[in-house]
């Protein structure tokens, strides 16, 4: 059973602090999406990285897959009080498009 | 271009009960999957439908099941419902040869 690890489970933070949340596996993806989701609502994409070493931004936000393909990482930079909600990381093992594999989740509270 | 929806947002239901759950994908999207969410267990895939068949099939019981029409509409049927299943259900369109999946804002199911 493939397995993605997110951490940390929760943060807290002041307004204008940066953070790091973290997303890894024992496995290979084809490709992982990053997303924002908000109480009550449906997971929102922000990225979605396939090649090995890539990074992208998307504002203050900072995506990198690793080399390996197996770990992922998402920085934001002086977080903000509308940061503030669950982050997920979704992976595809190369199996079926339609069948991604998440994370439990980055609760993040932003406070001002 | 208009998103995924699903109807209905919110339902309430008692033991035993069974529900129906719909789904519409983004126009042109022929792939929609269904995944489970609660606290416990974060998002769980369901199953994914492609041109009316379904391509694949998470680890949950048989009372769980969906079908999808041939406009790409999708409904999932909880039969014989238990506590347990008390969750949000997101349902996600994805375009062919598409990575990305889109969800839809979820219907919040209360099973008492």
């Known amino acids: 059973t493939q397995l993605l690890e997110q951490s940390p489970q929760f943060l807290s933070i002041q307004e204008g602090e940066n953070l790091t949340v973290y997303c890894n596996s024992s496995?290979?993806?084809?490709?992982l999406q990053w997303y924002r989701q908000e109480p009550g609502e449906g997971p929102v994409l922000l990225v979605t990285?396939?090649?090995?070493?890539e990074v992208k931004k998307l504002k203050r936000l900072t995506f990198q897959f690793g080399d390996a393909r197996k770990d992922s990482s998402l920085h934001i930079t002086a977080a903000q009080t509308g940061d503030t909600g669950l982050y997920l990381c979704a992976g595809n093992y190369g199996g079926s498009q339609g069948n991604l594999i998440f994370g439990k989740g980055t609760k993040l509270s932003v406070k001002p | 271009k208009a998103g995924v929806t699903q109807t209905p947002r919110y339902l309430i239901k008692t033991r035993g009960q069974q529900v129906t759950l719909s789904c519409s994908p983004i126009s042109g999207h022929r792939s929609v999957s269904w995944y489970q969410q609660t606290p416990g267990q974060g998002l769980q895939f369901l199953f994914e439908y492609f041109s009316e068949t379904q391509r694949n099939k998470g680890n949950f019981p048989g009372r769980f099941s969906g079908r999808q029409f041939s406009n790409s509409r999708s409904e999932m049927n909880v039969s014989t419902l238990e506590l347990g299943d008390s969750a949000l259900y997101l349902c996600a369109s994805r375009g062919t040869a598409e990575e990305t999946q889109y969800f839809g804002p979820g219907t919040r199911l209360l099973v008492l």
């Open positions: 990285v396939v090649t090995g070493g």
């Open positions: 496995s290979v993806f084809s490709s």
